[in-house]
């Protein structure tokens, strides 16, 4: 019994628990759940008193089995407080852990390091600046909103995010906004520090969009790096590039799960990702590797995977036909890449062998075509005619019309002319 007092003693009174109950408002907070529960205590000894009572005005025999009952629930009770105490050493413990990380952003700001991120703090850091600038534009108008002489043109550029130079320096200015005006330990310098990088990092980004042509509407001298997509340089077009860049590294490398988190968690649809794709699958094609076979391995899981070529595309046909030849040569190797070949060769031919077939009878009908303009122009009727019968059997079954033999023609003109 005595060790179960000495228990309840040192838990109420914080004693031999380390840092409890002291000054500060964890120990506040500790003694004012300790205040409530010496009410509960108070009540406690209440409810003993009448117990006592009870058996007092009872025989002997009942006052013997009330106090086996009191005991029972004198125990059951200083348990119960035991609890509270713990409860409450807890909470204090709590408390304190809050206080310290409140400290921790007492804290002078760090420096960003983009160099040192993975892609998840970039997103991160992206959208933090993304978030942050409408404020800054809002407070810092008109010195920042326009670039002199060029009224209603933004000094920072939309596409900022797209330009790790200007990501820098931007970050740069945040880590000073938040020194002077954001932490507890600022000093008047920090002020001073903050206009001074304002306007020497505005300075910098104003250079950069000039040297990149950020602000150009002009075709002949258009932006750096965007191109065809100038309305798209948001910061969140941006975080979306990088994540849908993530979401082909793990399906290239197989990693359907981590893929299939990435879609939802950053809201991916299925026609951005396919557009994103059909970008990856020209840039396969015309990377050095594309005639190798990691470069027809990543070709052909892409167009079995998002059909980055119409099933109907006559202008591929040459080309898929050459692939698919290149799938079967790497599955008759026997090295470790061949069953891969085989098995991305299977949903190719199921999308697009009958566009390979078609193309195939197309291939035979144009030099009969040939042959038949000739005859026309001789004026050879009856040749004319055999020839027609000649082209319609070929093409029976096929489905094809007029503009599809265009479109081969033109094609394999186009590919004699090359060589
Ligand atoms: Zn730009």
């Not at 002489?149 to 990501?167: F, G, I, N, S, Y």
């Not at 505005?202 to 002949?220: F, K, M, N, P, V």
């Not at 299925?270 to 076979?293: C, G, H, N």
Request: net charge negative.
């Amino acid at each position: 019994m005595a060790d179960a007092d000495d228990e309840l003693r040192r838990r109420l009174t914080g004693a031999g628990a380390s840092h409890s109950g002291g000054a500060g408002p964890a120990g506040e907070q500790t003694m004012l759940a300790l205040s409530m529960v010496s009410g509960d205590v108070r009540e406690l000894q209440l409810r003993l008193d009448r117990l006592a009572e009870q058996v007092e005005q009872g025989d002997a025999r009942t006052a013997e089995g009330a106090r086996e009952r009191l005991q029972q629930e004198t125990e059951a009770l200083r348990a119960e407080l035991v609890a509270v105490a713990q409860t409450v050493t807890e909470l204090g413990e709590t408390v304190e852990a809050l206080g310290a990380e409140e400290e921790e952003k007492e804290k002078p700001p760090r420096p960003w390091d983009w160099e040192a991120m993975d892609w998840r703090q970039e997103v991160e850091a992206i959208r933090t600046l993304a978030e942050w600038l409408p404020q800054l534009h809002a407070a810092w108008r008109p010195a920042l909103s326009t670039v002199p002489d060029k009224a209603q043109t933004p000094l920072v550029p939309e596409c900022w995010a797209e330009h790790p130079d200007m990501r820098r320096a931007l970050s740069a200015l945040y880590v000073a906004y938040q020194q002077a005006y954001k932490v507890k330990k600022r000093r008047p310098h920090h002020e001073t520090d903050w206009y001074r990088a304002l306007h020497e990092r505005l300075g910098d980004i104003t250079q950069l969009a000039s040297a990149y042509r950020c602000h150009s509407a002009s075709e002949d001298k258009p932006h750096m790096l965007l191109r065809g997509e100038r309305q798209e340089a948001g910061a969140e077009r941006v975080v979306q590039r990088m994540v849908l860049a993530q979401l082909h590294e793990a399906e290239a490398a197989g990693r359907t799960d981590d893929a299939l988190a990435l879609r939802e968690e950053f809201d991916l649809d299925d026609e951005t990702v396919r557009v994103f794709m059909a970008e990856r699958f020209r840039a396969v094609l015309s990377a050095p590797t594309a005639s190798q076979p990691v470069g027809r391995l990543e070709s052909a899981r892409l167009l079995a995977d998002y059909q980055v070529v119409g099933a109907d595309d006559l202008r591929w046909a040459q080309w898929l036909s050459t692939l698919m030849q290149d799938l079967e040569a790497i599955g008759h190797r026997g090295d470790d890449l061949s069953g891969l070949a085989r098995q991305r060769l299977e949903p190719l031919l199921e999308v697009y062998g009958p566009l390979l077939r078609k193309y195939d009878a197309i291939r035979k009908v144009i030099p009969i075509l040939v042959e038949q303009r000739a005859a026309s122009e001789a004026g050879d009727e009856h040749q004319v005619r055999h020839l027609q019968q000649r082209i319609a059997a070929e093409i029976q079954g096929h489905d094809i019309t007029d503009e599809d033999i265009q479109v081969v023609w033109e094609e394999r003109r186009a590919a004699r002319k090359k060589h």
